[in-house]
């Protein structure tokens, strides 16, 4: 299953007004991983996942994905296997309905139109919102955008899933059941977030990137420990490693 | 608005062609009357009050809608009563000067095109007039616009809101809210909308646009859309050709004489 991984090799890129955004970075990520990207606001993470499926082409190194390397002639067949859920569902659900908008992907890629409506009743049923299918989109509640937004990357079934921020502006029920959603799917994922207790639940490994190049790349056990090298990156501990704010202080207190 | 247009009556289940090219026929005969044919314009309120009834909207709400918007419509109808003042027509010793036929004309004609465009949104949704408008052979280009311009209004309408918000909550007593401040601000909100429709296109060429947005057709061009669109047309151009409002009266008047 080769067609799974991505590798980076190296990648530069520089936006036209001259921010050098990137400086060197690489990265091989196999089948079925779930991948954590963090780093402080500005670092990087945004502009390395739009390269991921071709939005964005490195001014300097490669990238392949599968068995294909990034270009602008192989874009058409990543965007079909590297499905991206952006941040901001407003941007990623255009449509006028639930229906339409999961709909969009498969009939732009061609399938035929009686499969069409077995493929959003599906989808919708495995993010858990098939009773939203008639609704108009910009009349959903933040939980049930994203929830759908996800679904218009999985209507098209691509192999390796890539989330924005999956997690902000959701409330913390809303946070727990996307959570669980996303632990269901054996997609290759790759997540950037500022949710480090999202990430100890989710990935079981986690890269840092700090000023377009990367900090630290290993097991999120391990990482998400590190006082020294998260500070350094602007994070903090996930609070579940934090100790007790009420009996920490006081130990502290007493010394 | 659009909930609305969710209900499930014969009249939202007419294909969106057909009620399209109807009320096109009926707008194209109540605007071409000449300004003082007022009475040639009452028998065109059947076809607004049967959208509305048939279609189980409630009337009072495309009432109101028409009256909110209604300002625009007396702007230009009110200086025809001043600037025209010939009279035309006695109701027993009242003279009625053109000028007050007039604006009862652009006043009818109005509530007429108005009532029934709102009474169509209602019945089939802006989304599947958009799609009747592609399957009738608008360029694409003006498709994919009206349904982008009616999806990110919302949003475009509540980040105007939040900047306005933020503004007034740092400006004291005048300073901070003239015209000085409204430049910079629309310049902003149209950067943001830039960068929004940036993002947007990102987000569509992921799922492989490709300039076309492909949409699953439900309605069919039936019988029932024929008849539907025949009968309303004849019953158009009868309107057109005679004055019912006149007929009738005549009618009435030989038959109680």
């Known amino acids: 299953m080769s067609h799974h991984i991505i590798k980076a090799d190296e990648i530069h890129f520089t936006y036209p007004d001259g921010f050098h955004a990137l400086r060197g970075i690489s990265f091989l ?3 079925g991983e779930s991948v954590a990207i963090v780093g402080a606001n500005g670092a990087g993470k945004s502009t390395l996942l739009l390269h991921l499926n071709g939005l964005l082409l490195p001014t300097q190194g490669g990238l ?23 941040q901001n569902p407003d941007d990623q659900l255009f449509m006028p309905t639930v229906y339409d908008d999961v709909a969009f992907g498969p009939l732009n890629l061609g399938f035929p139109p009686e499969e069409i409506n077995g493929r959003v009743q599906q989808t ?36 390796i899933l890539i989330l924005d921020e999956p997690t902000s502006d959701l409330d913390p029920g809303a946070r727990r059941r996307l959570i669980e959603l996303l632990g269901t799917f054996h997609h290759t994922k790759i997540i950037a977030t500022h949710d480090l207790d999202m990430v ?29 090298l998260l500070k350094k990156s602007s994070l903090e501990k996930p609070l579940r490693l934090q100790g007790c704010p009420v009996c920490g202080k006081k130990k502290k207190t007493r010394r | 608005m659009d909930l609305l247009s969710y209900r499930q009556t014969p009249v939202h289940r007419f294909d969106p062609r057909a009620k399209l090219i109807a009320t096109l026929i009926f707008l194209f005969c109540v ?20 959208l509305v009834s048939a279609g189980d909207i409630p009337a009072g709400y495309i009432m109101k809608k028409i009256i909110v918007v209604s300002p625009f419509a007396l702007m230009v109808a009110v200086f025809n009563p001043i600037f025209d003042t010939a009279v035309v027509s006695h109701v027993g010793h009242l003279g009625v000067t053109g000028g007050w036929i007039s604006f009862f004309s652009i006043m009818t004609r109005f509530a007429l095109t108005v009532g029934t465009a709102l009474a169509l949104i209602a019945c089939t949704g802006f989304y599947g007039i958009c799609n009747a408008l592609g399957r009738l052979g608008m360029p694409r ?3 994919v616009q009206l349904l982008f311009l009616y999806r990110y209004l919302f949003v475009l309408v509540e980040e105007a809101a939040r900047m306005l918000r933020a503004r007034d909550l740092r400006s004291f007593e005048n300073r901070g809210r003239g015209l000085r401040v409204y430049g910079p601000l629309m310049g902003t909100l149209l950067l943001r909308s830039i960068d929004r429709a940036q993002k947007i296109h990102r987000a569509m060429v992921c799922r492989g ?10 309605h069919s ?7 539907f669109l025949a009968l309303w047309t004849v019953m158009f151009i009868c309107f057109r050709l005679w004055n019912v409002s006149v007929l009738a009266g005549d009618f009435f008047v030989r038959l109680f004489s």
Do not use: W
């Open chain 1, 200 to 228: 100890l639940d989710l990935c079981e490994r986690t890269i840092i990137i700090n000023e377009g190049s990367i900090l630290a790349d290993g097991r999120s056990a391990e990482i998400l420990r590190d006082e020294a």
């Open chain 1, 64 to 86: 392949r994905v599968g068995d294909y390397p990034v270009t602008k002639e192989t874009a058409h067949h990543i965007k079909r296997s590297v499905g991206m859920v952006f």
């Open chain 2, 209 to 218: 646009f490709d300039g076309t947005i492909r949409i699953t057709g439900t």
């Open chain 1, 124 to 159: 919708l049923e495995t993010v858990g919102a098939a009773h939203l299918v008639n609704r108009p989109t910009h009349r959903l509640s933040g939980g049930e955008k994203r929830r759908v937004a996800i679904a218009t990357v999985l209507s098209m079934t691509p192999d």
């Open chain 2, 221 to 227: 061009f039936g019988m029932r859309e024929y008849v």
């Open chain 2, 31 to 50: 605007v071409s009357f000449h300004k003082y044919q007022l009475s040639n314009l009452f028998p065109y309120f059947i076809f607004p009050v049967y």
């Open chain 1, 29 to 31: 990520i196999t089948h």
């Open chain 2, 141 to 143: 280009v003006f498709v």
